[in-house]
């Protein structure tokens, strides 16, 4: 839906995700992160208090959606990056080690536990558990990142997860 001329009205860029907001339409993940929990959430869960945890916060949801989801997409979107069919193909096939070694530097070097900064639940969480609900599928073995399974049923005992499941499907 997102190639539809009504949705390029919203979004020219044609892709997902896009929030229309009273003051003008917002994309790009960690800017609708930033804004939802400014807006709606305790100032924990954007660093608001402290320039560096801020920053991090930045740091860690541009990595999740400038690299590891770039590396999710060359499974079903490689035709953003090519066309012939041999090289769509290879792409798929380079996905599994492509989204292990990302996963896997989350696991080894950014994550601080229990959540992704350390004690405060930050905008990084609900992120990185979308993306780690990607990853099996992606061909990521699990087993391999106690720390991100653990974060997973963690996020996954929070009644907001809970219900933001449910409604989801």
């Known amino acids: 839906e997102q190639n ?6 919203v979004n020219p860029k044609g892709r997902v995700p896009a929030l229309a907001t009273e003051d003008g339409v917002l994309t790009e993940t960690p800017a609708i992160l930033i804004y939802i929990a400014q ?3 305790p100032a924990q869960m954007t660093g608001a208090h402290d320039p560096f945890t801020f920053a991090k916060i ?8 400038s690299t590891v989801h770039v590396a999710h997409a060359h499974r079903f979107r490689g035709a ?3 066309d012939a069919p041999e090289a769509l193909e290879a792409m798929k096939k380079k996905v599994p080690e492509t989204m292990t070694q990302t996963v896997g530097l989350i696991e080894s070097d950014f994550f ?3 959540w992704v900064l350390g004690d405060a639940y930050t905008v990084c969480d609900p ?3 979308t993306i780690c609900s990607w990853i099996e599928s992606d061909g990521v073995d699990t087993s391999k990142l106690p720390k991100l399974q653990a974060h997973h049923e963690r996020m996954l005992a929070r009644p907001a997860t809970q219900a933001a499941v449910a ?3």
């Not at 539809?4 to 009205?9: D, I, R, V």
């Not at 930045?58 to 959606?65: D, G, I, R, V």
């Open 127 to 129: 992120y990185l558990f």
């Open 39 to 41: 807006r709606f959430g």
């Open 58 to 65: 930045q740091e860690f949801n541009s990595y999740l959606a």
């Open 4 to 9: 539809l001329p009504e949705y390029q009205a």
């Open 112 to 114: 601080k536990g229990p």
């Open 167 to 169: 409604k989801l499907g």
């Open 80 to 82: 953003r990056w090519a």
